[in-house]
């Protein structure tokens, strides 16, 4: 079992940054492949990033390529979102994955989910 707490969301203005973080328990963080994803008002949840056990691999959407990085540090259980360059269709609920395989999580189909945090960026 993994339990996933978010942090780090807020209002910020188009153009600024915020810094995503997402706590994993248990001991078996690093066997984790990790996901962000996002869902604003009456949109379908869409893949933002993905990282591997080792942190080596990483995956993003085109929409985000660019401005934001995905890292992990698995003596800490936690992996992060820098966003950069914000823009207003970035305003979402963030949500983490976690799953044993990178191609469930790619698939939207991650064993644990996070409850998400609000970004809201104002323009």
């Known amino acids: 079992q993994v339990q996933l707490v978010e942090s780090g969301g807020g209002l910020v203005q188009a153009g600024g940054s915020l810094r995503l973080s997402c706590a994993a328990s248990?001991?078996?963080?690093?066997?984790?492949?990790m996901g962000w994803f996002r869902q604003a008002p009456e949109k379908e949840r869409e893949f933002v990033a993905a990282?591997?056990?080792?942190?080596?691999?990483?995956y993003y959407a085109d929409s985000v390529k660019g401005r934001f990085t995905i890292s992990r540090d698995n003596a800490k259980n936690t992996v992060y979102l820098q966003m950069n360059s914000l823009k207003p269709e970035d305003t979402a609920v963030y949500y983490c994955?976690?799953?044993?395989?990178?191609?469930?999580?790619?698939?939207?189909?991650?064993?644990?989910w996070g409850q998400g945090t609000q970004v809201t960026v104002s323009s």
């Open positions: 994955a976690a799953d044993p395989s990178l191609s469930r999580t790619l698939q939207y189909q991650s064993d644990y």
């Open positions: 248990g001991r078996t963080f690093s066997r984790y492949c």
């Open positions: 990282i591997d056990w080792s942190g080596v691999m990483t």
